[in-house]
């Protein structure tokens, strides 16, 4: 089943928490701390993969979530999670549904993008040693993964779309020049999902893919127009496939002028790439017709060809000029795409608000601290504290007018403020 849409959340796994421990070995009476750290969380890897066509997975699949890091025991490290890797096809772009954000556009054969980072594993009371704390009786809670519910929507990748209204013949083209078999049938309407085939020619291949029939109206979504034009927006060349002799005897030229409107209203962009008018159907109109409606179309100024997708009549010139015209345009690879943003993996900027309820710390890395911080154990909670003091979290909530007792909160948790350590 082709499936080109689909909304999914992952998750990726929480580190380990670290241990705390002290070194006891007969004779040696000031062993010290030796707690190990936490493991590593599992990442959420997306793959673009050619071999994988459709959506229909993660449609079945909507959580996908990553393991959490094991936990330090004694002075023997936590075990790194696995990671996991999600395949999708190439051409899936993934948005952030609560900021309607662009994260990655998955555009090529083998792309790799960590979409949620597994969270760093705690540290032992081993690393807060110091001349002043000798034997630190707290450790460090593994950091919380990352979740982010998405929308991966799939644009066919294809070098070549044909386009058109309904029953046009695109399917019977497709047909001829490829091994796709596409469904062909006289009603319009026949195909209803992309289809896509590839094209020898002399020494070169190609791909082409045959698009379901746009209306009038499809740039504002009409016939389902928004789910079939975002296909067309991955093709460098647009082969108009127009029936010469329509059977609802409407006029071929005002067909062609509909659908060129329609793309134009959805985005100049993809309207003003390379364009070739395929006349289909010449074997079924008379030859005086066709005559005159040449002259109408050669008037258009695009490159033109009389086609028969039945007979075969035409389609070695036909796709003589599509190779000459991919040769002449900007190959696939080196499009413009968009790349993935780097993840900013220490984040030092925090902010602070005021409300009713008192405070709110907001940062990435101050709420990652807290979240790592075991809040049960007091001796962590007074390392926490000079930890935001260090950073500056404690002066600038002091400027904000923070007093004695005024509530904190920072991520999911909630402070009574108090300047003491």
Known sequence: MFLDEAVVTFSSGRGGSGAVSFHREKHVPRGGPNGADGGRGGDLILVADRNRRTLYDLKLQQHLEAEDGGHGV?????????????????????????????????????????????????????????????????AQKGAPGERIIAKLELKLLADVGLIGLPNAGKSTLISRISAAKPKIADYAFTTIIPNLGVVRYMDDTFVVADMPGLIHGASFGVGLGHQFLKHVERNRVLVHVVDCHPP???????????????????????????????????????????????????????????????????????????????????????????????????????DVESSEDGFRVTGRRIERLVAMTDLENDEAVRYLHRRLERIGVIEKLRSHGAREGDNVSIGEVSFAFTDEQ
């Open 74 to 138: 004694g002075n023997k490290r936590g075990r790194d999670a696995k990671n996991i890797e999600v395949k999708v096809p190439v051409g899936t772009v993934v948005t952030n549904t609560a900021t309607d954000e662009v994260v990655v556009d998955m555009a090529t054969n083998g792309m790799r993008y960590v979409l949620c980072q597994g969270g760093k594993g705690g540290f032992g009371n081993s690393h807060y040693t110091s001349s002043v704390r000798q034997a630190p009786n707290f």
């Open 248 to 350: 609802d005897d409407s006029d071929p030229v005002a067909n062609y002028l509909t659908i060129e409107d329609e793309i134009r209203l959805y985005s100049e962009e993809v309207w003003a790439r390379p364009r070739i008018i395929a006349l289909n159907k010449v074997d079924v109109i008379p030859s005086g017709e066709f005559n005159a409606l040449r002259e109408r179309f050669e008037a258009i100024g695009k490159p033109m060809f009389p086609i028969s997708g039945f007979t075969g009549q035409g389609l070695p010139e036909l796709l003589r000029e599509i190779a000459e015209t991919l040769a002449s345009t900007k190959p696939a690879d080196d499009a413009p795409m968009l790349l993935p943003a780097l993840k900013s993996t220490f984040d030092l900027a925090f």
